[in-house]
């Protein structure tokens, strides 16, 4: 089983800050399907980045993804008030398809 | 409108059982793999369970111990999700969501979790 592990636990910043999210797999992640995630309360996880670094249909260019292997980032640039959420990032190349704990970007 | 539709959860004491439904609507079910996803209240997003686009090859996660089924009819657009021997940890929001393999024709692709549905409640309580 890849286990995912994200930091920080919390990320406290300023809206118009660059949020930087990490998420480290304990193998190499099978041809980097990697995605992160966004959730807002009481809303279903909505996906930002497929493949490590490709943004989903509708995902704004602040949200970028970058990485490879065990090593992966999530960077938001310009945080705007709607970003404040919880990101998980995930691996989908095998199974289990295991999810990291989370990061909570909230707001300073 | 591409999109999910859970129904099923509710309260069910410890011991009991409960079938949870996915309905999509907007898109043709056959052709994707389907998973269904929980979350402990407060808790992070833990994967249940994977079926490939034909039913034929499923996944569990090892720490249901063989208590959960997942099935489709891909005839009724429909993901199911059969749940027993339930118990107090199993309460969660369950989210049904379309990602790991899509297949058309001989092409197969690998894709992330990208539709999700609302999520059903399922709390186990006597």
């Not at chain 1, 992640?29 to 995630?37: D, N, Q």
């Not at chain 1, 938001?76 to 999810?99: H, M, W």
């Not at chain 2, 992070?44 to 034909?54: A, P, R």
């Not at chain 2, 199993?90 to 024709?105: I, N, P």
Request: glycine fraction near 12%; aromatic fraction near 10%.
């Amino acid at each position: 089983e890849v286990v995912l592990t994200q930091s920080p636990g919390t990320l406290s910043l300023s809206p118009g800050e660059r949020a930087t999210l990490s998420c480290r797999a304990s193998q190499s992640v099978s041809s980097g399907y990697l995605a992160w995630y966004q959730q807002k309360p009481g809303q279903a996880p909505r996906l930002l980045i497929y493949d490590a670094s490709s943004r989903a249909t509708g995902i704004p260019d602040r949200f970028s993804g970058s990485g490879s292997e065990t090593d992966f980032t999530l960077t938001i640039n310009r945080l705007e008030p709607e970003d404040f959420a919880v990101y998980f990032c995930q691996q989908y190349g095998t199974s289990p398809k295991t999810f990291g704990q989370g990061t909570k970007v909230e707001i300073k | 409108e591409v999109q999910l539709v859970e129904s099923g959860g509710g309260l069910v004491k410890p011991g009991g059982s409960l079938r949870l439904s996915c309905l999509a609507s907007g898109y043709s079910l056959s052709g994707y793999s389907m998973n269904w996803v929980r979350q402990a209240p407060g808790k992070g997003l833990e994967w249940v369970s994977s079926i490939s686009s034909s039913g034929n090859y499923l996944y569990h996660a090892d720490s249901l111990k063989g208590r959960f089924t997942t099935s489709r009819d891909n005839a009724k657009n429909s993901l199911y999700l059969q749940m027993n021997s339930l118990r107090a940890e199993d309460t969660a929001v369950y989210y049904c969501a379309r990602g790991g393999l899509y297949c058309s024709g001989s092409s197969c692709n690998v894709i992330a979790f990208d539709i999700w549905g609302q999520g059903s409640m399922v709390t186990v309580s006597s």
